[in-house]
């Protein structure tokens, strides 16, 4: 075999060394593909991107801004293999450069899984082990259930592919508990070599497609919602440290006396209740935190510049199981999460009903806050 691996081998070299000859570009670009490295024009296009988006400052669901961002990188990046398991128009996979592989037209960049989830990912497993590909392929978050093995098998073999998870939470409202995600994103983020980004708006969104491209030594699932976001405002420190995973948001005009850590859609209600709490007089910092897995292999310097060791005070907010991030916020803090599954109702009704609001945060904060002051 080995001998006979060398001939094959051998041959084929000689045989790229004349496509090299003939065709000298199209061989650099195949080179470049297959080692994984991305065009020239990459750093350029995604800053110049960036910068629109924030400009923008647009109130989408993040599965639209999502699609803003292949519409974006997809005419540099030729390598995308986009995909989705029956749900195309709902993750907002599909853009308009978007080409559908079948028996007719082999040469397009879109395959149409249907709904087979966990074939999907291996299959995405198996284009980026092939090399020359950056898969990504879409479905609801709940139904990365159906995908486990290959998810994982993905973190294991530290593969570039990208799952793109969108109806990340409650907020999908009527299709009720079997749709809507509680212990999924903990599953996730506890896979080892897994990169998870839950962003809050379209201008985390870019940044977090942008990270996922970049990786190369291990997969990255992107949970969008369904519903529009704000877009929240930023300096120009937290834009830049959108990158590290998790970032000061909103900060104080003296050390903060609270922590208010949130994801995704919980975002803007964190900054809601802040802005009550800072009426009342209470000093509080609000952390977005996208990508704990990111965030966490920044410096213990940036760690503690962020959420500072002293201030015990903390809330973390995520429409979903709450038990992960004890971590962060400690047996001091707590947590305003979900232990149970959802309700078939509107969006902001499973919300309130569920306790994922303003008030409740306001009213958390203001126990944590006099009870750890002694009142």
């Not at 699609?67 to 293999?81: D, K, V, W």
């Not at 098998?153 to 799952?163: G, H």
């Not at 793109?164 to 995600?181: A, C, K, M, N």
């Not at 937290?238 to 859609?265: F, K, M, Q, V």
């Amino acid at each position: 075999a080995k001998e006979k691996g060398t001939m094959v081998s051998h041959a084929l070299q000689e045989k790229f060394k004349a496509y090299q000859h003939e065709y000298g570009e199209l061989a650099s670009e195949f080179e470049r593909r297959l080692q994984g490295e991305l065009p020239n024009e990459w750093l350029e296009t995604t800053e110049l991107f960036l910068q629109q988006t924030v400009a923008k400052a647009e109130s989408n669901a993040t599965r639209k801004a999502s699609q803003n961002c292949l519409e974006a990188y997809g005419p540099i990046l030729p390598e995308l293999l986009g995909g989705s398991a029956d749900l195309a128009s709902s993750n907002n996979t599909f853009w308009s450069g978007s080409q559908a592989i079948s028996h007719a037209q082999q040469d397009g960049n879109y395959i149409y899984y249907g709904v087979r989830e966990f074939a999907m990912s291996a299959i995405m497993n198996g284009l980026a082990l092939h090399g020359g590909f950056i898969p990504y392929g879409g479905t609801f978050l709940v139904f990365c259930d159906y995908a486990r093995n290959a998810v994982r098998l993905a973190a294991m073999m530290k593969q570039r592919v990208i799952f793109v998870y969108t109806h990340d939470s409650i907020g999908l409202g009527e299709d009720g508990p079997t749709h809507q995600p509680i212990e999924h994103a903990a599953i996730l983020r506890l896979t080892p070599n897994m990169s998870v980004w839950r962003p809050c708006d379209s201008v985390e969104t870019t940044v977090a497609w942008q990270v996922a491209i970049e990786r190369s030594d291990g997969p990255t699932s992107l949970l969008f919602s369904r519903q529009k976001l704000p877009c929240q405002s930023r300096d120009e420190d937290a834009l830049r440290n959108i990158r590290r995973g998790g970032y000061i948001l909103r900060d104080c005009d003296t050390p903060p006396e609270l922590i208010l850590i949130a994801t995704g859609s919980e975002v803007d209600l964190a900054m809601q209740a802040s802005e009550i709490l800072q009426q009342q007089g209470w000093q509080v910092r609000v952390v977005s935190l996208p990508a704990v897995d990111v965030f966490s292999a920044q410096s213990e310097a940036y760690r503690e510049s962020v959420l500072p060791k002293s201030v015990m005070a903390r809330i973390a907010v995520e429409a979903a199981a709450g038990d992960y991030w004890y971590k962060f916020v400690g047996l001091h803090g707590a947590v305003i999460g979900l232990d149970r599954f959802g309700e078939s109702a509107p969006a902001a009704e499973v919300f309130q009903s569920l306790g994922i609001t303003v008030g409740h945060i306001v009213e958390k904060a203001q126990a944590l806050l006099e009870g750890l002051n002694g009142n």
